[in-house]
């Protein structure tokens, strides 16, 4: 970080050589002077769009907006910083200023179709998508469409977006995980299972996966933990998921024994696992 500061100190220094001589180079510097403000502003809208945090980073591009109004790659920052801030409802106005801009391209209108469903605006967000033309073919925009195609039960079309989705990104475990997901609120139990092992070999600190992994194969009266990478944490928590299915299936006695594992396999006091056996033990004697 301190070498356009260096470089701009030697600029300044040639602006001070400049005024001693020839007059007439100062507009050649002070070109050159805006393009290193360029570069660090450049590197800094990366910096709160990547690492810094998410309300400080919308209140630095909105303030950045406010004084150089209509620069598209500012209202792009502030409609991403919004999403990282879990502000979907104000993102979804900064995405469509963006989408209105005379610069705007199919990528901000996926980008708006995103805030859209994170503020459950399902409809708006088909009309979004559908508003750009098929040859624009993104990882994003084939997520997207399949999640929409899952909210309104096109399973045929949700799969065959899903599919191309996963084949457009070298990283597709939370694209496999919403899949698995798709399929198991269709009953699809062993399907879902699929998808969720292979999210899990893409990804296997992915522990959303893990637990729909179990959940699938509880769905199917498997209760033995998955052969799968887990610490001891997650192990206990796997543990707690199969022990709730199994209570939920009537499976009371499996599910009292997988508790208790449950409660000794975790390395502190599981108080979440203790309340559920506790709970189970008191209806039983009830």
């Not at 901000?108 to 994170?118: F, G, H, T």
Request: aromatic fraction near 6%.
């Amino acid at each position: 970080m301190r070498h356009p500061v260096l470089m701009s100190l030697s600029l300044v220094g040639a602006v001070g050589l400049a005024a001693c001589g020839d007059q007439s180079g100062d507009a050649q510097v002070n070109r050159a002077l805006r393009d290193v403000n360029v570069i660090d502003e450049t590197n800094l809208n990366d910096v709160m769009l990547t690492v810094a945090d998410p309300n400080e980073a919308v209140n630095y591009f909105a303030r950045a907006s406010a004084n150089d109004p209509g620069r598209i790659d500012l209202l792009r920052g502030l409609g991403a910083s919004l999403i990282r801030a879990q502000r979907p409802a104000e993102a979804i106005a900064a995405w469509e200023e963006v989408a209105d801009h005379p610069d705007a391209n199919a990528d901000d209108r996926v980008d708006l179709a995103d805030a859209q469903i994170r503020n459950n605006q399902w409809d708006a967000a088909e009309t979004t998508l559908d508003s750009i033309p098929p040859t624009h073919e993104t990882y994003k925009r084939f997520r997207l469409e399949a999640m929409i195609a899952d909210s309104n039960e096109e399973w045929e079309n949700a799969d065959s977006f899903y599919e191309t989705a996963v084949g457009l990104t070298m990283q597709p475990a939370g694209v496999l995980n919403n899949w698995g997901f798709s399929k198991l609120t269709r009953g699809d139990f062993s399907g879902a299972e699929r998808l969720f092992g292979d999210a899990i070999r893409h990804d296997s600190s992915l522990f959303t996966a893990k637990n729909n992994l179990v959940l699938a194969r509880a769905a199917q009266r498997n209760y033995d933990l998955p052969v799968v990478p887990m610490t001891q944490i997650e192990r206990a928590q796997l543990l707690h998921t199969l022990a709730l299915s199994a209570i939920k299936q009537n499976d009371i006695t499996i599910g009292r024994g997988l508790l208790r594992e449950a409660i000794d396999t975790h390395p502190q006091h599981f108080e979440a696992a203790v309340r559920s056996l506790r709970a189970l033990e008191d209806n039983v004697v009830n």
